[in-house]
């Protein structure tokens, strides 16, 4: 999946003036690829990543996914993307992994014996495995940035969009999810747009970094 | 339709979460039919428990309706879990609409609970006209939620309480015969009455369930009409909601 953004500007109201976050910013990332994203907090990353998400909308400037408009299409960019963001809160805390897991699964159109298959195939290879049947609110925070994931890949995503990659996770969990991203790259062309703050991840495992800075992407 | 499903699943799992809730909403239930049943023994009335016991139920639909989008909204602002629903691969608004299908299950079980506790419990006697009472209940879902629309609208856009939509259910608990008939009110009272659309699409529950009396094609055509012309709002109300938080940058905060 390509990935085109050009002239991408956003601000934000704040205490009665307007804060500009990002300013004419361009990217083009060419199916297939792991984007590493870097810059200071604040910068902007996350903003941009629920932009292309369709969680916030621009205040000017084009997004495309194969061509297709993220303002226009923005049901069909759903569709095809994954996204792990702010995995403590965003999973119901009175509900088991494997509940939650199914819900949100069920919400993509991932039901059924599918969905279990896949539930049990990821979370083994990230090893949470033995915490599906635990609630939520018992699991620790690497294991939820680990469901994260585990959620996001449940559809077979053609992009993926991660906030904080390494937020709570150990080297080996690292690894893992590493070993994973590498292999959707080259078994299914996944596009992978992750934000770090590890530049050594970015050097070792990036097939292309770029670091936010004034509203714009440096690469 | 897995949208659908997902939504009962997760709201099943919610309930199994919270046992207790479910005991108490019966209970809460069977106290305020038996309330009116020995009411209606008092005052020697005893075709006041029918009237009433619809009037409950219908309330008790409007209610739900008024309010669901709103709640689940709050509820998953609270949770932090909207901007993960907003992720689907839906319309919004669909996503919206959906998430009230588990409750909604757990409101048709509520309103079934009111009529069949009336019948075996109570002796109450029901003169059913399905086709009509399955008509009057499709559009006046399409009223009441889209009024539920607007309010989860309002809660969408600005984080707080829809401060009209307790007093829009005061008013239809006051003003459209749920509690007694809208003919004890004095005359001015009793016009504001009979101009609401609730208090007519009460009449025609009574009619449909008790067999009190003949509906007009006007009556059930002016519910259509009324229908279309709330959802149309709804609709327009939470687009432009959404929108205008997508445009904020704050969908998913408290």
């Known amino acids: 999946m390509d990935i085109s953004i050009n002239g991408l500007n956003k601000g934000f109201h704040t205490a009665g003036s307007r804060k500009k976050v990002l300013t004419d910013l361009h990217l083009e990332l060419k199916n297939p690829c792991i984007f590493a994203l870097m810059g200071p907090n604040g910068s902007g990353k996350t903003t941009l990543l629920k932009i292309l998400a369709t969680l916030i909308l621009p205040d000017s400037g084009e997004v495309r996914f194969n061509g297709k408009d993220l303002v226009k299409d923005g049901a069909f960019i759903r569709k095809i993307a994954g996204f792990v963001m702010d995995a403590e809160h965003s999973f119901y805390q009175m509900l088991t992994l494997e509940e939650n897991l199914k819900f949100f699964g069920g919400l993509r159109g991932v039901s059924g014996s ?11 290879d990230f090893g949470i495995g033995g915490f599906l049947g635990e609630k939520a609110a018992h699991c620790s925070s690497g294991t939820m940035q680990k469901a994260a994931f585990v959620r ?19 080297e080996d969990s ?28 970015a050097k070792d495992h990036a097939d292309a970094a770029g670091t936010i800075a004034g509203g714009r992407i440096e690469k | 339709m897995n949208l659908l499903l997902a939504f009962l699943f997760r709201d099943l ?9 479910l005991f108490v909403k019966l209970l809460a239930i069977f106290s305020q039919v038996a309330i009116f049943y020995f009411l209606s023994r008092y005052i020697e009335k005893p075709e006041y428990f029918a009237f009433v016991l619809v009037g409950l139920v219908f309330s008790s639909f409007f209610q739900f309706w008024l309010n669901v989008f709103a709640e689940n909204i709050r509820q998953e602002q609270f949770w932090g879990t909207l901007e993960a629903l907003f992720s689907a691969p839906a319309e919004h608004v669909y996503v919206i609409l959906s998430s009230s299908f588990g409750k909604f299950v757990f409101n048709i079980i509520g ?8 019948a075996v419990v109570f002796g109450m006697v029901f003169r059913l006209n399905a086709a009509l009472f399955l008509l009057i209940l499709l559009l006046n879902v399409a009223a009441f939620a889209g009024l539920g629309l607007v309010s989860a609208g309002f809660i969408t856009y600005f984080k707080r309480g829809d401060p009209a939509s307790w007093f829009v259910a005061l ?10 008939p809208v003919s004890v009110f004095p005359e001015k009272i009793r016009r504001v009455s009979e ?17 009190t009396g003949r509906v007009g094609f006007g009556d059930v055509a002016l519910q259509a009409l009324w229908g279309a012309l709330l959802m149309a709002a709804g609709l327009v109300s939470i687009n432009a909601a959404i929108r205008g938080v997508k445009k904020k940058g704050d969908l998913g905060n408290y």
């Open chain 1, 152 to 170: 996001a890949l449940l559809h077979e995503p053609s992009v993926l969009l991660v906030d904080e990659f390494e937020k709570s996770l150990d």
């Open chain 2, 13 to 21: 799992a919610v309930e199994k979460s919270y046992r207790f809730n």
């Open chain 2, 195 to 211: 101009f609401l659309p609730t208090t007519a699409a009460l009449d025609i529950w009574r009619n449909s369930l008790l067999g």
């Open chain 1, 174 to 201: 690292q690894s893992r999810i590493t070993r994973r991203l590498k292999n959707l790259k080259e078994t299914k062309g996944t596009t992978a747009l992750c934000v770090t703050h590890d530049r050594r991840w």
């Open chain 2, 171 to 180: 008013l239809v608990d006051l003003l459209s015969g749920v509690y007694f």
């Open chain 2, 111 to 118: 309103m079934a609970t009111y009529v069949v506790l009336g």
């Open chain 1, 114 to 124: 599918d969905c279990e298959r896949r539930t049990r195939e990821l979370a083994d």
